[in-house]
Nanobody
Framework: QVQLVESGGGLVQPGGSLRLSCAAS????????IGWFRQAPGKEREGVSC????????YYADSVKGRFTISRDNAKNTVYLQMNSLKPEDTAVYYC???????????????WGQGTQVTVSS
């Protein structure tokens, strides 16, 4: 069964950190790019970051640049999103999906995870 599974969301105070994971099963990520996307209630979906699994190139939305870091572990077929200095406006459901390998950060290929909730609040 082909799927992407996110984990690592939760409730964190402003200024805190979380690390999200996106684990693939049923296919290898080596030939894809993976993006992280988020959607807050009442807002449009936003592309946050993407990484090329082949060469490791990374890209970020301006809203998270300098605070978030995307990385990959090809051996584990997993992509991570380290989120530091979190702000209340980062609150959203975060999804990983196959994506274009470079900006714009948009989904491509049709594989999506189920999403994980990130809430930044004191």
């Amino acid at each position: 069964q082909v799927q992407l599974v996110e984990s690592g969301g939760g409730l964190v105070q402003p200024g805190g950190s979380l690390r999200l994971s996106c684990a693939a099963s049923g296919f290898t990520l080596d030939y894809y790019a993976i993006g992280w996307f988020r959607q807050a209630p009442g807002k449009e979906r936003e592309g946050v970051s993407c990484i090329s699994m082949s060469d490791g190139s990374t890209y970020y939305a301006d809203s998270v640049k300098g605070r978030f870091t995307i990385s990959r572990d090809n051996a584990k077929n997993t992509v991570y999103l380290q989120m530091n200095s979190l702000k209340p406006e980062d609150t959203a459901v975060y999804y990983c999906a196959t994506s274009l390998p470079e900006p714009p950060i948009v989904p491509s290929g049709g594989y999506w995870g189920q999403g994980t909730q990130v809430t930044v609040s004191s």
